[in-house]
């Protein structure tokens, strides 16, 4: 799995010249523009609720002695909360959006990388992969949410918040991977079928969005080149493991 890893992480080498190569830019404007308006959403609403749900948990200390310091904590926690529930809706809602715009990007990419234009696979409207991606992503978000929840409790544990912490950090991965993958698979699989194959290759997901994630600690310009790079990322390496699989058909 380490191996599959390092290849994810690996794959966005090369990426900006790929995308400046088959000109694929303009088929990011709108992409991009999601992700500006839904990180600036989730930014100011994060902003307005860390002290509402701070003051939520300090409601549980009735003790007079404390309670300052127990308030401050309590923001401090609600603030930490937002923020990793904002970076996870964050991610599906902007996979989501951007899924009928992305799978003809992936579809470019993988026709340069086989040489062939006949490749065959199901041919999907735009009404159909923007439900394809936000079935994926639906599912995947509730899923992230179910695990990272109790593991934000833990990381307030000593000691045990370093292991929870690298758990939260690879799940996160895993899912945002998952997404990025599923451009490219949406065109060869059906829904059951591209979960059971993410499985198998969960390494190369994880490596995928663990460079991902990363790329949104860079201010205004992480969010604008994030799903570019990712994207081909994830679709040369899809794309490889079809191909040595034997699951591009040719017509």
Do not use: C
């Not at 041919?123 to 923007?130: E, P, V």
């Amino acid at each position: 799995m380490i191996k599959n890893i390092l290849k994810g992480i690996k794959a966005y080498t090369g990426t900006l010249a790929l995308i400046s190569k088959l000109k694929l830019w303009k088929y990011f404007l709108i992409p991009i523009i999601i992700s500006i308006i839904t990180a600036s959403i989730i930014g100011f609403s994060a902003y307005g609720l860390s002290d509402n749900l701070g003051n939520f948990f300090a409601k549980v200390w009735i003790w007079d002695w404390g309670k300052e310091t127990f308030t401050s904590f309590s923001t401090i926690v609600g603030a930490i909360i937002i923020v990793v529930i904002g970076f996870i809706l964050y991610k599906h809602i902007v996979m989501a959006l951007s899924a009928p715009f992305m799978s003809p990007v992936s579809e470019k990419i993988e026709t340069h990388l086989t040489e062939n234009k006949n490749n065959k696979h199901r041919n999907t409207s735009f009404k159909a992969q923007l439900w394809r991606g936000i079935r994926i992503n639906g599912r995947n978000l509730l899923r992230e949410l179910l695990f990272s929840v109790p593991l934000l409790v833990l990381k307030f544990i000593p000691v045990v918040n370093i292991f929870s912490a690298i758990l939260l950090l690879l799940i996160q991965a895993y899912y945002t991977g998952f997404g990025n993958i599923d451009y490219t698979l949406e065109r060869h699989f059906k829904y059951k079928e591209s979960i059971a194959f993410v499985r198998k290759n969960r390494g190369l997901a994880i490596g995928n969005g663990i460079v991902f994630m990363l790329f949104l600690f860079i201010p205004i310009i992480g969010i604008i080149i994030v799903l570019p790079l990712s994207v081909t990322a994830a679709t040369t390496q899809t794309v490889q493991l079809l191909k040595a699989e034997n699951k591009l058909v040719k017509e």
